[in-house]
C-alpha cells in the first residue's frame, strides 16, 4: 500500500463486519490467496483516499524475482505477522 489507509474485516454468518486489523502505507494486506489453493478470507474498505499495489498471484514469482526489495518486505511482513499470531496462540 503506498498511502492512505484501508481496514481489513471479515463478514459473519450473522452479517457482522469485524474489523480484523487497519492497513496503512508500506503495509501488505490481501494476502491469503497467495496460498497454493487460497481463498479470500476478509475484505477490505478503504477509510480514506489510497493508492493500492496489486499483484496479480501468477505473477508473483517474477515481481519478487525482479524486485529483491520486495521480496524482502514481504518475508518480513510475514514473519511479523506469524510471531504475532504465536504470541496470540500461547496466551489463548
Known amino acids: 500500500m503506498e498511502s492512505g489507509r484501508v481496514r481489513v474485516f471479515y463478514q459473519t454468518p450473522a452479517g457482522r463486519e469485524p474489523t480484523v486489523t487497519c492497513r496503512g502505507p508500506g503495509d501488505l494486506f490481501g494476502i491469503s490467496p497467495l496460498a497454493e489453493n487460497g ?47 504465536m504470541v496470540l496462540v500461547e496466551s489463548v
Not at 55 to 63: G, N, R
Open 39 to 85: 481463498r479470500r478470507v476478509t475484505s477490505a474498505q478503504a477509510l480514506e483516499p489510497s493508492a493500492i499495489w496489486a499483484i496479480a498471484s501468477q505473477d508473483l514469482d517474477e515481481v519478487t524475482r525482479r524486485l529483491p526489495t520486495l521480496a524482502s518486505g514481504i518475508i518480513k511482513s510475514l514473519s511479523l505477522r506469524l510471531r504475532d499470531l
